[in-house]
């Protein structure tokens, strides 16, 4: 009888102190799930335009509601007609300019970003022989949970008059 007494004390302990700590368990923080948002201040569809040997210089908002993560750039030609998922381009200067040989493609990152708003500014030297075409200045930015957003700009590179 002591026995089943022992199991039975050990069986209600072993229930008793699975509630409690099931009753201290510390709420699950909800993740964030809100995307950054992105806003491409330059290039810009006034201003896209960059000669063969000249700078790009891109400007670009980044915001997020709880924190900055991670921002890449990716420059590249775009004479193919492809599209990125849903932002379609024009592409009025598909295939028309012989000039130049090089179809160029750029990529930049920079991480650790921190903060819920930051401006970031880079430039993107375009080389001499730089294929005269449209190209998309794509910019992808990622905040601490993961969240990753998008945005795209065509630019044209040319020579002044063009």
């Given at each position: 009888m002591k026995r089943s007494v022992n199991v039975a004390a050990v069986c209600i302990l072993s229930l008793t102190g699975a509630?409690?700590?099931?009753?201290?368990?510390?709420k699950e923080v909800e993740k964030d799930k809100e995307k950054p948002t992105i806003e491409i201040v330059t290039p810009n569809k006034e201003n896209h335009d960059v000669a063969?040997?000249?700078t790009l210089k891109v400007k670009v908002k980044l915001t997020d509601n709880d924190e900055l993560g991670s921002v890449k750039?990716?420059?590249h030609w775009a004479g193919d007609g492809h599209t990125h998922e849903g932002h379609h381009h024009?592409?009025?200067?598909?295939?028309?300019?012989?000039?130049?040989t090089e179809k160029f493609s750029y990529n930049w990152w920079k991480y650790g970003l921190g903060g819920k708003s930051q401006t970031v500014e880079h430039e993107i030297k375009i080389p001499e022989n730089a294929k005269h075409?449209?190209?998309h200045l794509a910019v992808f930015c990622t905040d601490k949970s993961g969240n990753e957003a998008k945005a795209f700009?065509?630019?044209?590179?040319?020579?002044?008059?063009?």
């Open positions: 509630v409690l700590m099931g009753s201290c368990k510390k063969p040997g000249g750039l990716d420059f024009g592409h009025g200067m598909l295939n028309t300019r012989g000039e130049g075409d449209a190209y700009q065509e630019v044209h590179v040319e020579a002044e008059g063009e």
